[in-house]
């Protein structure tokens, strides 16, 4: 049986975690809200950055599924898609971003979001964001944990 929250609705993600452990957010359906730093058309590239807590967090976004962006730069977007390992060496698209946007690049491999939404978030205060996330993951764990002292260990939020 699915559990009731493992659908393709993304789960709620901040680039610091992402940074933290990309092993385990790879794979997995994403939302993450930034400021729109960068797009190529040509590339089909975006970078997003978030500033939260006195730091800077940037991710490249894979724009090939959603076509081209209509938002201008520094606009607040969100972005659904799925976390995957991009392949940096040969002539990647990746070589092609500027310098002052460039991110940490491995030796092989880099995290970017293939983007399957992306829409306008101007307006969000994202303080309250991270406080409704923060709660919505409170939730979720004291729920989960009832759920298994009950026995209802298939139902379980992810």
């Known amino acids: 049986m699915m559990p ?13 975690e992402i940074e933290e452990d990309t092993n385990g957010w790879i794979e ?5 809200i930034g400021m729109l730093k960068y797009t190529q058309i040509r590339t089909a590239t975006a970078i997003i950055e978030q500033y939260l807590n006195h730091s800077k ?14 938002r201008c730069n520094n606009d607040v977007i969100e972005v659904l ?7 940096t060496s040969g002539s990647s698209r990746y070589s092609q971003l500027p310098p002052e946007f460039q991110v940490k690049l491995s030796e ?5 979001i293939r983007a399957h939404i992306i829409r306008d978030a101007q307006g969000l205060n994202m303080a309250l964001y991270q406080e409704v996330v923060k709660l919505r993951r409170q939730f979720e764990s004291d729920f ?3 759920l298994e002292t009950e026995g209802f260990e298939d139902i379980l939020i992810t």
């Not at 967090?57 to 209509?70: A, F, K």
């Not at 898609?81 to 392949?87: H, M, Q, R």
């Not at 092989?108 to 970017?112: L, N, T």
């Open 108 to 112: 092989e491999r880099v995290p970017v």
């Open 57 to 70: 967090h940037r991710i490249i976004v894979d724009t090939l599924l959603v076509g081209n962006i209509t």
């Open 144 to 146: 989960n944990e009832l």
């Open 81 to 87: 898609g799925k976390l995957t390992w991009d392949d």
């Open 28 to 32: 997995k359906e994403i939302r993450v």
């Open 4 to 16: 009731v929250m493992d659908m393709a609705h993304g789960i709620p993600v901040f680039l610091h």
